[in-house]
């Protein structure tokens, strides 16, 4: 692609040379002889001097003029500078304003959540979301990067669907030509004829929920990537779990370590991620979470007691992974409280062969799986149990007439993901334009 200027990235590549740059002046500062401006393009930040005995005095002047956002284009000589952000700096010799911005709404001072949100698509342009996205991106490429080099197929799962996956209370109903559709919930029912025909098959796209959550753990839309392997049993499907949260670290350890930095991230709690991850099963975990001295540790949190038989609440996960120096698999649940398709424990058809995997530091659970039902009529008569109306099914009961064989998968909610290795408080911060309960603004 031709261009006529550089990147900040690239700056290392022309030190000593005269190039052109282009952005938006994020800060600017003044020292009578000498002005600072510092551009932003996308790919870094890079300080600009002009010197008042160097530069046109026009030039020297406009630049105390330029409102911050402004795009501008400015040209000079590369020198490195390891006191400057990014280590380089640019002498101007020439600079245009390509628009000159209006006043920016957002300035260097503290901002509440809600104003910062209601200006979501200005506050993007700031360091710490800007360093929380970057991250996110390097994780969803991550996550493709695994599969692809497991030669897993990706496979495009629709967004309108003619049935529930999670459960009917959560669905976004809509017309759809005269019937009813829903906004999906998960791509796994699609999936899994997809592994029946490729063996290997994961999507990542666009989810819904309609919760009406107001917690730092929920959205109403956020992005999940899921994989469903066909002959993968239960012990296999904890194993590519483990190994999949450990790529996905590790890649964000490696490449995204800059940002982490400036998010202050505490990144040895993250270098110890790895197989194998410590394992629990359902009713282990319940022991832990009803003995006085967690009962007491809720209670003075003002937490809800914990019930066996429950699913688990958040100050539940964070109690189960405290002090753990990796993400925590609780296995065997009871089938009663988990998805409808779920495949049953052959020494206990009470329990489910189902593993939520929770990341430490309080973060909960970012992995759900299972194996699945591959007989038929079990399967029907769990349809039936959900009340779920069979004829919306029946695609899906196919599958297990066809050659039908265990397999299983998982799904792990990106922004779960990204909120955790980011170490930030809240998922909103984890998606570029956050839809909760009260926002669908910007």
Not at 79 to 85: G, L, N, S, V, W
Not at 104 to 121: A, T, Y
Not at 251 to 260: I, Q, S, V, W
Not at 272 to 285: H, I, K, N, Q, W
Request: negative net charge; charged residues 25%.
């Amino acid at each position: 692609m031709a261009r006529d200027f550089v990147y900040v990235e690239e700056l290392g590549e022309h030190v000593g040379e005269r190039v052109t740059l282009k952005g938006w002046l994020c800060r600017k500062r003044s020292s009578g002889k000498v002005k600072f401006l510092v551009l932003r393009d996308g790919t870094g930040i890079l300080q600009c001097v002009a010197f008042v005995r160097d530069t046109p005095a026009d030039l020297f002047e406009s630049c105390d003029r330029i409102p911050l956002e402004s795009s501008i284009a400015v040209a000079g000589r590369v020198r490195r500078d390891d006191r400057a952000p990014g280590g380089f700096e640019l002498g101007i010799e020439d600079l245009r304003v390509i628009h000159e911005a209006a006043e920016f709404p957002i300035q260097p001072k503290e901002h509440g959540v809600e104003f910062l949100f209601d200006h979501r698509h200005l506050h993007l342009r700031s360091r710490t979301p800007h360093a929380i996205l970057r991250v996110r991106s390097e994780v969803v490429r991550a996550c493709r990067d695994f599969f692809h080099e497991r030669r897993f197929v990706l496979i495009d799962s629709p967004v309108l669907t003619p049935a529930a996956c999670e459960g009917t209370t959560t669905l976004f109903e809509t017309d759809y030509f005269g019937k009813k559709a829903y906004l999906t919930q998960s791509g796994q029912l699609y999936l899994e004829p997809a592994c029946m025909a490729f063996g290997r098959v994961y999507c990542m796209g666009p989810t819904f929920r309609a919760e009406k959550s107001k917690t730092r753990r929920h959205l109403t839309e956020f992005w999940m990537v899921e994989p469903e392997v066909a002959f993968l049993e239960f012990p296999g499907l904890l194993e590519l779990a483990e190994e999949f949260v450990s790529y996905v670290v590790a890649r964000a350890l490696d490449r995204c370590r800059e940002d982490l930095k400036h998010l202050e991230r505490d990144t040895a709690k993250l270098e110890s991620v790895r197989p194998p991850f410590p394992r629990l099963a359902y009713d282990e975990a319940a022991r832990i979470l009803t003995t006085p001295e967690s009962q007491a540790r809720m209670a003075a949190a003002g937490a809800p007691p914990f019930v066996r038989g429950n699913d688990f609440g958040a100050f539940d996960e964070t109690l189960l992974t405290e002090g753990a120096d990796r993400p925590v698999m609780v296995t065997h649940w009871p089938a009663a409280i988990k998805a409808f398709y779920m495949q049953p424990d052959a020494a206990d058809p009470g329990r489910a062969l189902c593993v939520d995997v929770l990341a430490p530091e309080g973060y909960g659970e970012i992995i759900g799986g299972s194996e699945r039902i591959h007989d038929h009529d079990l399967l029907l008569s769990r349809i039936r149990e959900h009340g779920l109306p069979v004829e919306a099914f029946q695609w899906y009961l196919d599958i297990r007439k066809y050659g039908t064989v265990p397999h299983s998968g998982f799904g792990m909610g990106v922004e779960r993901c990204v909120t955790w290795i980011s170490g930030v408080p809240h998922l909103r911060d984890a998606i570029p334009y956050p839809r909760q309960i009260h926002r669908l603004y910007p």
